[in-house]
C-alpha cells in the first residue's frame, strides 16, 4: 500500500505544465518539424551497395545443389550479385558478422540456412527476399516430383521459362518521413525521461522532505519501488498518446502488432528511469544531469534520433550500435515494416538487462547511504 501511495504521489506530475508541455507538445512538434523537412531524405533515390553472399553446400541433395547453380547464375546475371564458395578455415558466421559479407547461406541434408548481416538492412533483405522465392520454388519442384518425377530434374530457371509464374502487385512497405520520425522522436523523448529519474531522490534532497519519509514508517525499499512505479506509469502514458496522436493526427504508420511495439518502448522506458536513477546514485547534484544530458545527446545523435542511420558507414555505422535509441528503432522498424520480432526481442533483452543492472547500482548504493 505504501508503495502505491508514494507512486500515486509521483503520477501527479501531470499538474505541472512543463512536464505536459515537454512529453507531449515537444515531440509532436518535432515529429511536424522534422517530418516535413527532411522529406526529401525518404523520397529520393537509394543507393543498393555491393550484394556479397558467401554460402556452403555439402552436397548431400544433388537436386537442391543442380538448383542453387541455376539460382546463383540467374542472380549474378540478373542483380549484380557475387556468389563466394567458403573456403576451408572460414568461418561464415563470423565473416558475416565483421560485415564482409551480406549473407552466409549454408546447405546441407537438413535445408537451407541463412545468416543475414543486420548492419545492411537493405542488402539483406534483398538476399532475404530471394532466397525465399527460391526454397519457396524448390519446395514446390520437390512436391511435384512425387507426382511425376521428371519434374525433378527440370530447372526452376531456364532458358524456356520458368514452369512457376509469380506476379507483384505491391512491394514492400517502406517508412516514410513522418513515420519514421514518430518512431525516432518517441523513442528519443523516452530516453529524455533519465533526466526526471535522475532528480527523483535529489529533488527530495533539495526540499528537505527526504528525512521525513525515512521517519516515516516507510522503507527504502518501498520509496524506491513506489517512485519508479509512479514515473514508469505516468511516462508510459504520456508515449501512448504520443504514439496516437502521431497515428491519427499525421497518419503515421505503427503496424499491425501493437503488442509488440509497445513492449519495446515500454521496455526503453525502464531502461531510461534506470539510466537517470544509477547515474545519479554514482555522481551529485548538476554533475549527474551533466552526464546523463551527454549520453542523451550522443544516443540522439549517433541512433537516428535526427537524421537515418540506415544509409552512413565506417564509425557512425559502429557508433550506431552501441545506441540504445539505435536497437530500438531498428526493433520497431523491423517489427512494423517486416513482421521480424527478432530485433524487438534482441531490444527488449538490452532494455531489461541494463536496467537490472543499472537499478542494482542505484539499490546498492542506497543501502549504503544513511539517508535517500
Known amino acids: 500500500m505504501n508503495v502505491l501511495r508514494i507512486a500515486l504521489k509521483e503520477m501527479k506530475i501531470v499538474r505541472e505544465p512543463r512536464m505536459l508541455v515537454f512529453m507531449l507538445a515537444t515531440p509532436v512538434l518535432l515529429i511536424l518539424i522534422l517530418g516535413t523537412a527532411l522529406s526529401n531524405a525518404f523520397n529520393g533515390s537509394t543507393t543498393i551497395g555491393d550484394i556479397r553472399v558467401l554460402y556452403h553446400n555439402d552436397g548431400a541433395e544433388p537436386a537442391l545443389t543442380e ?40 546447405m546441407d541434408g537438413q535445408g537451407i540456412r541463412y545468416d543475414g548481416n543486420s548492419r545492411n538492412s537493405m542488402e539483406n533483405g534483398i538476399v532475404q527476399g530471394m532466397l525465399s522465392a527460391f526454397t519457396d520454388r524448390y519446395r514446390l519442384s520437390a512436391e511435384a516430383a512425387k507426382i511425376d518425377p521428371e ?6 530457371v531456364d532458358d524456356g521459362g520458368s514452369y512457376v ?3 507483384s502487385i505491391q512491394g514492400a512497405r517502406q517508412p516514410g518521413s513522418l513515420d519514421y520520425f514518430s518512431i525516432a522522436v518517441t523513442t528519443m523523448i523516452i530516453l529524455y525521461s533519465a533526466l526526471t529519474a535522475g532528480g527523483l531522490i535529489d529533488s527530495e534532497r533539495k526540499r528537505n522532505t527526504a528525512q521525513r519519509l525515512l521517519a516515516s514508517p516507510v522503507t527504502k525499499a518501498e520509496i524506491f519501488a513506489g517512485k519508479i512505479m509512479g514515473t514508469l506509469a ?27 511495439v509497445f513492449l519495446v518502448l515500454f521496455t526503453e522506458i525502464l531502461f531510461a528511469l534506470s539510466l537517470g536513477l544509477g547515474i545519479s546514485y554514482v555522481l551529485k547534484g548538476n554533475a549527474a544531469g551533466a552526464v546523463i544530458m551527454v549520453i542523451i545527446q550522443l544516443a540522439a545523435f549517433f541512433g537516428g534520433g535526427y537524421t537515418p542511420v540506415a544509409s ?53 548504493s542506497m543501502r549504503r547511504r544513511e539517508g535517500l
Not at 546475371?77 to 547461406?105: A, I, L, P, W
Not at 519434374?151 to 526452376?156: D, G, I, P, Q, R
Not at 505516468?234 to 509488440?260: C, D, Q, R, T
Not at 530500438?328 to 527478432?342: C, K, M, R, V, W
Request: hydrophobic share 45%; charged share 15%; aromatic share 12%.
Open 312 to 364: 552512413t558507414t565506417g564509425f557512425m555505422r559502429e557508433a550506431a550500435t552501441y545506441s540504445p535509441l539505435h536497437w530500438s528503432n531498428e526493433a520497431l522498424l523491423q517489427i512494423i515494416y517486416s513482421g521480424d520480432g527478432t530485433a524487438a526481442v534482441h531490444a527488449i533483452m538490452l532494455n531489461v538487462g541494463f536496467s537490472v543492472l543499472l537499478l542494482a547500482v542505484a539499490m546498492i
Open 165 to 167: 509464374l509469380e506476379s
Open 67 to 106: 538448383q542453387w547453380q541455376v539460382f546463383m547464375q540467374e542472380a549474378e546475371r540478373s542483380s549484380g550479385m557475387v556468389f563466394e564458395q567458403v573456403k576451408e578455415g572460414m568461418d561464415g558466421g563470423q565473416e558475416v558478422k565483421n560485415n564482409r559479407y551480406t549473407g552466409y547461406v549454408e
Open 234 to 260: 505516468i511516462n508510459a502514458v504520456f508515449v501512448i498518446i504520443v504514439v496516437l496522436i502521431s497515428k491519427y493526427m499525421f497518419n503515421a504508420y505503427w503496424g499491425e502488432n501493437p503488442i509488440m
Open 151 to 156: 519434374y525433378e530434374s527440370k530447372l526452376l
